[in-house]
């Protein structure tokens, strides 16, 4: 298990910025290999906005290129979420995951753990 928590969100003015945090405590011997950001609105799924592997490739969503940066610290499983320019439709609950590969008898799963949640909400 791996305890995944997120902070930063809030209210912002259009083209203003809010930096989002996350923190990924495993609960095992294995490690976090990977941490992402996504959102989601009601009704909707959710969806990517950056995502980083274990060796440090950074994906970015096309909405999200530009304007928002995700940065980490490895060493203590923590990712940020840099987010500029920020425009009414960036409103969501945004979600942090963290992956882990947990080995048995030889064999490889991946896991996927994910945050509460913090809601950013963008006026217009």
């Known amino acids: 298990q791996v305890h995944v928590v997120e902070s930063g969100g809030g209210l912002v003015q259009a083209g203003g910025s809010l930096r989002l945090s996350c923190t990924a405590v495993?609960?095992?011997?294995?490690?976090?290999?990977?941490m992402g950001w996504y959102r989601q609105n009601p009704g909707n799924q959710r969806e990517l906005v950056a995502a980083?592997?274990?060796?440090?490739?950074?994906d970015y969503s096309d909405s999200a290129k530009g304007r928002f940066t995700l940065s980490q610290d490895k060493a203590k499983n923590m990712v940020y979420l840099q987010m500029n320019s920020l425009k009414p439709e960036d409103t969501a609950v945004y979600y942090c995951?963290?992956?882990?590969?947990?080995?048995?008898?030889?064999?490889?799963?991946?896991?996927?753990?994910w945050g509460q949640g913090t809601q950013v909400t963008v006026s217009s």
């Open positions: 980083i592997d274990d060796d440090g490739n950074i």
């Open positions: 495993p609960g095992n011997i294995f490690r976090v290999t990977g």
């Open positions: 995951n963290a992956e882990q590969t947990i080995f048995i008898d030889g064999k490889g799963a991946k896991y996927t753990y």
